[in-house]
């Protein structure tokens, strides 16, 4: 069975750093697109980044919201993919979920069909 364990929420201040972490496990996995995916409360789930890859290199897309404050990269030895936040602002406060797809690049969640359980980051004032 196909999982997606994601880790690395947590509380910080604004002007901090996070970095997410979102593991994929179980036989048969093998999305070469991932992204995270945020949703803060009262709102609807909105995109944040995602990662293309093939033999050829890697592809990044984001929100611009976060350009130029987070990054996306991927480990592809453990199936892995990152969010390295810096510089939160309180408006960054929600929770994050990464998820997979079979789509390259794409930015709508009706996309993807693995998702992560979602991980809480609140980023203080």
């Known amino acids: 069975q196909v999982q997606l364990v994601e880790s690395g929420g947590g509380l910080v201040q604004a002007g901090g750093s996070l970095r997410l972490s979102c593991a994929g496990t179980?036989?048969?996995?093998?999305?070469?697109?991932m992204g995270w995916f945020r949703q803060a409360p009262g709102k609807e789930r909105e995109f944040v980044a995602v990662i293309s890859w093939t033999w050829k290199g890697e592809d990044t897309i984001y929100a611009d919201s976060v350009k130029g404050r987070f990054t996306i990269s991927k480990d592809k030895a453990e199936n892995t993919v990152y969010l390295q936040m810096n510089s939160l602002k309180p408006e960054d406060t929600a929770v994050y979920y990464c998820?997979?797809?079979?789509?390259?690049?794409?930015?709508?969640?009706?996309?993807?069909?693995?998702w992560g359980q979602g991980t809480q980051i609140t980023v203080s004032s």
């Open positions: 179980g036989r048969g996995f093998s999305r070469t697109v």
């Open positions: 998820a997979a797809s079979p789509r390259r690049g794409t930015t709508d969640s009706d996309d993807y069909d693995y």
